[in-house]
Structure formats: structure tokens, C-alpha cells
């Protein structure tokens, strides 16, 4: 297929590389010439501007929009669509609000142009190892950009099949409608905004494993603390242990990989601040959540302590204080710590 990349950032750019090496044709497009120069050197034809990429591309035309969510995105694909035409495609590959996936496609299709929201996960690691893929939109057009998606996503692998998922244990109404495409990396889930809906709440669930792993790994740092009985302290390699539970723990996964990496490089971190930022998809998981009254209490506290990871002291913390000193004489230690 052909398809119209927009968007040559840490994960545009491999994608496209992702599809050329599956057979695809890209034309591609950055507000940064050389990422555009970069790309055309591997095979993709550059364009100079966005009517430069759409006269390009042959009808019926598809374009993937991968920039930053918010007002970069809305604005490209308004302006894409006022210059494509009946029939055209907007993908949405990045981290935009659901809801505005709803408005986006409304306002396109009285135009006849399709838009399909599609949450990509797989970072800077995608190239490799494939792009989960989470689609939204009409279920023709989603058929229709299925080659796309299968180059994108990892496939099966080497990754067992969850038992109770194959086809002889199920009616063949139950396989028809469990849309087996889960297990090779993609899925339409839905209607419009449904894709980046199922990617907010990945993210928001990130968010939780993440503080998880980073409190479970301050206490086991903490252990060598000098405030501690000696014979309960305890100076452990947390690389090592961050090895060893890669290997046969409940606890194994993707994060506690790239955890190990990172303390194998740094064992001390300090090459980090500390200083962790938030994309919007976790405040926009909890405000889900509050839409439909469910408790989220873990991911909202992962939230608020990727919050508090950007200030030193809040003013809370010296209420805190303030109280401790007064009912009961405790005193700040010199650090303020």
C-alpha cells in the first residue's frame, strides 16, 4: 500500500521504516527537512509541505498524522481536511483525547473523507519489536488499511496462545467474534475514539506499574538506611535483583526489563532527576473513571506522584511539618528531608 506519513519524530520515522521494510510505499513529511532528507535516503519519497504530500499520493489517498497530541494534531488534520477528498483517509497515530476522535470524524465525514483513531504502543523499541496497535473507526475502512496494520504490529512471535482462546475449545460464532487479530498485535476495537480510548487507559494502567516498580525499588534502596537496626540492614545490588526477577517472578515484564537495563547503566541513577512528567493520558484515565464512578485509586495516585516528582517540598509537606512540630516537637532534620 501507500500511505502518507506525517510526523518523522523517535516514532514516525521507524514506523515508517517499519512499513517500507514490509513492501509499503511511504511519502513522508516534517516541519525538520533533514528528518525528511534522512528518510528519503532509505527509500521513502520526501515531501516539502503538506499539499506537496497529498499531491503525491494517488487516490483514494491515506495519511497516518504522528505528532504531538493537542493543538499540533488538530490543526494538521484540519487542514488535511480541507484538501482531501471523498473517499481519503485520516489516521491519527498519537496520543489525542477520544473525545475529540468523535468530533474529528463527525466533522470529516460530512466532507466523505474516513478518520480512524489508532493508540500506538511500543516507543522508540517498535522498529524491532512491533507496535501494538489499538483502532478505532468504521470497520470497512479499518479492513480496508489491514495490511498497514499487520506490517506495524509484532505478530504472534514466540508468545504462547492464553489458553481458552483456541478455536477447538469455541463455537465458531464465539471465534467469529473474538477477533483474533488480538494475538497478532492489532485490534479494532471499536467505533470512533474507541482505539485511543483503550490507549488512555494502557497508559493510565502504565502509570500505576510504573510507581509500582519505583516505590518496590526505593524501599529495597532504603534498606541500607542508617536509621535501621544493623542487623536489619541490608545493602542490596538492585541491579542484580532487578535481573533476577526477570527470570520465572509474577512480577517479569517489559518495564522491569528496561528497569534492569537502566540500573545495569547507572546503578546509582544518577544520571536522572527525578523530575518525571505526564503526557495527559493518565489525568484523562482519571477523569473516566470519574465519568463512570469507578475507583481508580492506584492509578490516581500514580498521577499524583508523578505530580509531586516536580516539586522539591510542596507547602503541604510544610503544614505537615508545621503540625508535627507543634503537637508533638518534632523537628525537621537540617536536610529538610
Known amino acids: 500500500m501507500q500511505l502518507g506519513m506525517i510526523g518523522l519524530g523517535r516514532m514516525g520515522a521507524n514506523m515508517a521504516r517499519r512499513l517500507m521494510k514490509a513492501g509499503h510505499a511511504c511519502v513522508v513529511y516534517d516541519q525538520e527537512p533533514a528528518n525528511v532528507e534522512a528518510l528519503a535516503r532509505e527509500g521513502a519519497v520526501g515531501a516539502v509541505s503538506l499539499e506537496d504530500l497529498l499531491g503525491t499520493l494517488a487516490p483514494p489517498r491515506t495519511v497516518w498524522v504522528m505528532i504531538p497530541a493537542g493543538e499540533p494534531t488538530e490543526q494538521t488534520v484540519r487542514v488535511l481536511g480541507e484538501r482531501m477528498a471523498k473517499g481519503d483517509v485520516v489516521i491519527d497515530g498519537g496520543n489525542s483525547h477520544f473525545k475529540d476522535d468523535v468530533r474529528r470524524a463527525r466533522h470529516l465525514a460530512e466532507r466523505g473523507i474516513h478518520y480512524v483513531d489508532v493508540g500506538t504502543s511500543g516507543g522508540i523499541w517498535g522498529s524491532e519489536r512491533g507496535y501494538c496497535l489499538m483502532v478505532g473507526g468504521e470497520a470497512d475502512v479499518v479492513g480496508r488499511l489491514e495490511p498497514l496494520f499487520r506490517a506495524l504490529a509484532p505478530r504472534r512471535g514466540e508468545i504462547l496462545r492464553t489458553p481458552g482462546r483456541e478455536e477447538k475449545n469455541r463455537t465458531a460464532s464465539e471465534v467469529s467474534s473474538l477477533n483474533e487479530t488480538a494475538e497478532e498485535g492489532y485490534l479494532h476495537c471499536g467505533p470512533s475514539g474507541a482505539g485511543h480510548f483503550v490507549k488512555m487507559i494502557h497508559n493510565g ?21 542508617e536509621d535501621l537496626p544493623e542487623e536489619i540492614r541490608y545493602n542490596l545490588n538492585l541491579a542484580d535483583i532487578a ?43 482519571i477523569l473516566a473513571a470519574i465519568e463512570e464512578s469507578v475507583s481508580a485509586d492506584v492509578l490516581s495516585a500514580s498521577l499524583f506522584a508523578r505530580f509531586r516528582s516536580r516539586r522539591k517540598h510542596t507547602f503541604g509537606e510544610k503544614v505537615l511539618s508545621a503540625m508535627r512540630k507543634k503537637f508533638g516537637g518534632h523537628l525537621e532534620r537540617p536536610s529538610g528531608g
Open 205 to 225: 494502567i502504565e502509570y500505576g506499574l510504573m510507581q509500582a516498580y519505583a516505590e518496590g525499588f526505593d524501599i529495597l534502596r532504603g534498606a541500607r538506611s
Open 243 to 285: 535481573e533476577l526477577w526477570r527470570r520465572g517472578s509474577v512480577v517479569q515484564s517489559w518495564l522491569l526489563d528496561l528497569t534492569a537495563m537502566a540500573l545495569a547503566e547507572d546503578p546509582s541513577l544518577e544520571g536522572y532527576t527525578g523530575h518525571v512528567a505526564d503526557s495527559g493520558e493518565g489525568r484523562w484515565t
